[in-house]
């Protein structure tokens, strides 16, 4: 299994008043991570692949250490464990060297906004999300 590796850059309007990255933050820095991954990183030019869209249905986080403000950024690594007909289920693990900070996970759905509803996931998208996906994770 391969995991997408994100480096994401703290920013001095990050924090909080207890001088921690706040909370909601983490969500900012979770979806650039799942940015990068399904729109840099999936098919290359000229695919379809996660171009009409898509809607967030769920984010879990598990917070474990503060992160402070510094001027190197944290790295964010994410991965695939649910592939379903119509949804995927992104896990992230927010951390340096020597600390995982959060954990996370996040249901999405790809969307068709043309017609604003869901759509199914394509072929294509199945085949990238799948080296990406955990050892033992559920394919649908």
Not at 43 to 52: D, I, K, L, V
Request: hydrophobic share 40%.
């Amino acid at each position: 299994m391969a995991r997408h590796i994100f480096r994401c850059p703290l920013r001095w309007a990050d924090m909080d008043a207890f001088g921690h990255i706040n909370n909601v933050v983490f969500l900012r820095y979770l979806e650039e991570a799942r940015i990068d991954f399904m729109f840099r990183l999936a098919p290359g030019e000229g695919s379809a692949s996660f171009t009409g869209g898509s809607v967030v249905s769920r984010h879990e986080i598990d917070y474990l250490r503060p992160l402070t403000h510094r001027h190197e950024p944290v790295t964010i690594e994410t991965w695939v464990t649910r592939i379903q007909a119509a949804s995927m289920t992104v896990r992230y693990e927010v951390k340096d060297e020597e600390t995982v900070y959060a954990r996370a996970s996040t249901v999405v759905v790809p969307y068709n906004l043309a017609e604003s509803r869901p759509r199914r996931i394509t072929e294509e998208e199945r085949k990238f999300l799948e080296q990406y996906r955990e050892d033992g994770a559920v394919a649908v």
